[in-house]
């Protein structure tokens, strides 16, 4: 995204990748402050359009993490595992935990 792609270069991946955590938590508050209430469906809407700020910052970090770290044989199995692997990981026991 532009703002991650933007932060990235001005004020570095600690920072963004901070800012994206916290993002994300905020984001898990709000929702389960919504949660008490139908009424607060709102709250729950603004919770997702932070996350979706938040998410981008996290994500994209995994990609520059392996260009500064690694070398250039070893990126792309890096930012496979820093990405695909959880990503299938969370849906696996997400899938476990949740009942439907």
């Not at 600690?14 to 508050?29: D, M, N, P, V």
């Not at 709000?30 to 009424?39: I, N, Q």
Request: proline content about 2%; glycine content about 10%; aromatic content about 10%.
């Amino acid at each position: 995204t532009l703002l991650g792609t933007y932060l990235f270069t001005k004020r570095g991946l600690r920072f963004t990748a901070t800012l994206g955590g916290w993002l994300i938590a905020a984001s898990c508050w709000m929702r389960v402050l919504a949660t008490a209430d139908k009424s607060l469906y709102w709250l729950q809407f603004l919770a997702t359009c932070v996350a979706a700020v938040g998410q981008p910052l996290i994500l994209n970090g995994c990609s520059m993490l392996s260009a500064q770290w690694f070398g250039e044989h070893e990126r792309n199995v890096s930012t496979m595992l820093g990405e695909a692997v959880p990503a299938a990981l969370g849906g696996a026991v997400l899938s476990l935990a949740v009942k439907t």
